[in-house]
């Protein structure tokens, strides 16, 4: 069964750090752009990053540009989101997901989904 799963979630103060992994089981993420996802409550589901199947390619929603970093490591099979300078409108369930190849940032384009991993930045 092919599958995503996502961890790192939690309660963070505003200004603190957090790291999300994405694990494949199932398949590799060799051939496979990962796209990070977010939606807060009563929000459209947004694209917060992603990177290409080879990592040559990264890209980042303007308001998390400096302070989230995107890498992969394929031998483990994993990806990870760093998470710094947190601000509370950081705050949503963080989804991970796989398409072939190039990153998009269009939901429908993505054929996995993880469950989500809450992040809630509040003091």
């Known amino acids: 069964q092919l599958q995503l799963v996502e961890s790192g979630g939690g309660l963070v103060q505003p200004g603190g750090s957090l790291r999300l992994s994405c694990a494949a089981s199932g398949f590799t993420l060799y051939y496979y752009a990962i796209g990070w996802f977010r939606q807060a409550p009563g929000k459209e589901r947004e694209g917060v990053s992603c990177?290409?199947?080879?990592?040559?390619?990264?890209n980042y929603l303007d308001s998390v540009k400096g302070r989230f970093t995107l890498s992969r490591d394929n031998a483990k099979n994993m990806v990870y989101l760093q998470m710094n300078s947190l601000k509370p409108e950081d705050t949503a369930v963080y989804y991970c997901?796989?398409?072939?190849?190039?990153?998009?940032?269009?939901?429908?384009?993505?054929?996995?989904w993880g469950q989500g991993t809450q992040v809630t930045v509040s003091s």
């Open positions: 997901a796989a398409r072939r190849t190039i990153c998009s940032g269009n939901v429908p384009a993505y054929n996995y």
């Open positions: 990177i290409s199947s080879s990592g040559g390619s990264t």
